[in-house]
């Protein structure tokens, strides 16, 4: 059974970093991707960035391009998000996700992922 828990979120400060993790359990194809999505209240769900199991590609949404990355912990089967220069509007509930085959075309396809963590919140405070 896969499963995917998220940690990390937390109340910060605009301007400030946070560093989210996603700890996976059972088996994941080393070509899948790891996506990040994010949902805030009354709007929805939508994709923040994804890298592939295996670690080597990386694919990040307009709106968090050069403040936010993406890695792969092989030691530790966790995928990270580092957020940088945080704005009020990144407060969401983030997510991670998997069960697809990493596609730059369909990562930001939230129906393509079958396999989701539980969320974990992150606020940022003007």
């Known amino acids: 059974q896969l499963q995917l828990v998220e940690s990390g979120g937390t109340l910060v400060q605009a301007g400030g970093s946070l560093r989210l993790t996603c700890a996976a359990s059972?088996?994941?194809?080393?070509?899948?991707?790891m996506g990040w999505f994010r949902q805030a209240p009354g709007k929805e769900r939508e994709f923040v960035g994804a890298i592939t199991w295996a670690g080597g590609r990386t694919d990040l949404s307009n709106s968090v391009q050069g403040r936010f990355t993406i890695s792969r912990d092989n030691a530790k089967n966790t995928v990270n998000l580092q957020m940088n220069s945080l704005k009020p509007e990144d407060t969401a509930v983030y997510y991670c996700a998997t069960g697809k085959a990493y596609d730059s075309r369909s990562n930001a396809d939230r129906r393509r992922y079958g396999y989701w963590g539980q969320g974990t919140q992150v606020t940022v405070s003007s």
């Open positions: 059972g088996t994941i194809f080393s070509n899948y991707a």
